[in-house]
């Protein structure tokens, strides 16, 4: 398991951003699940479970888990959902609850390497999904 640092920002967005019911489980993901490789997998596993989906004559549109990580060296961004949760999301909807508090993938984490030879991550910052995605249609041209 890679080590795990929290810049002191970082700590600041998950304190004000993050419900405290949802804390634990975000720490848990970025301790558990964080990964500079992860966008490469998500990518292989997307067009894996999408080519399964249209063979057997589903919609391949449907599927789609590829905005779940990404990021070059040394940045990066991943939400806090594993690869399982987003294709059990897609195969079977989640009812809405009426409740408010959210879910850890409504959040995004923004890390970094804290070494080539060290497999550990510093946390940059927390953001909601709305917020996070709002700024990187900006930073590419993308006004909505």
Known sequence: MPDVEWDEEAREDWRVKVPRHLRKKIVEF???H???TRAAETARAVRAATAARAAAGGDPDTMDCGGDAGGTGPFYWQRCITIEQRIQLNSKPIAQSG?????PWDYVLVYKRLGWLNKGYKILGV???DEF?????QLVGLKS
């Not at 409740?99 to 879910?103: F, P």
């Open 127 to 129: 953001y909601r999904n």
């Open 99 to 103: 409740d408010t508090g959210g879910q």
């Open 34 to 36: 964080l990964d500079s």
């Open 133 to 137: 995605f709002a700024a990187w249609q």
């Open 30 to 32: 970025a301790r558990d």
